[in-house]
Nanobody, 115 residues
Framework: QVQLVESGGGLVQPGGSLRLSCAAS????????MGWYRQAPGEERELVAM???????NYADSVKGRFTISRDKVNKTVYLQMNSLMPEDTAVYYC?????????WGQGTQVTVSS
């Protein structure tokens, strides 16, 4: 089990920005496909951004052009830069391995976009 700790969420106004961090305990995350997921109240958890072990990225259509996923291998951290935030981005955001290596869900970090 890789320890993953999400942080960086908070309350932000529409149009604002946040950077979420996913700090890992094991360097193995540097070669795994990693994803940021979110779950809004009453909705299913969805994958919003993914970065492969090789550095390729993919995004959900709803966040494309606004969110950027990146990786810092030295610090074993995956980031999600969120710009132009909208109320519909409000959710609990989770970091996890993407695919077969996915483990149990952690605490997540709350993002609330509201005036």
């Amino acid at each position: 089990q890789v320890q993953l700790v999400e942080s960086g969420g908070g309350l932000v106004q529409p149009g604002g920005s946040l950077r979420l961090s996913c700090a890992a305990s094991n360097i193995i995350v540097n070669i795994l496909n990693m994803g940021w997921y979110r779950q809004a109240p009453g909705e299913e958890r969805e994958l919003v951004a993914m970065i492969t072990g090789g550095g390729s990225t993919n995004y959900a259509d709803s966040v494309k052009g606004r969110f950027t996923i990146s990786r810092d291998k030295v610090n074993k951290t995956v980031y999600l830069q969120m710009n132009s935030l909208m109320p519909e981005d409000t959710a609990v955001y989770y970091c996890n391995m993407h695919g077969a290596a996915r483990q149990s869900w952690g605490q997540g970090t709350q993002v609330t976009v509201s005036s």
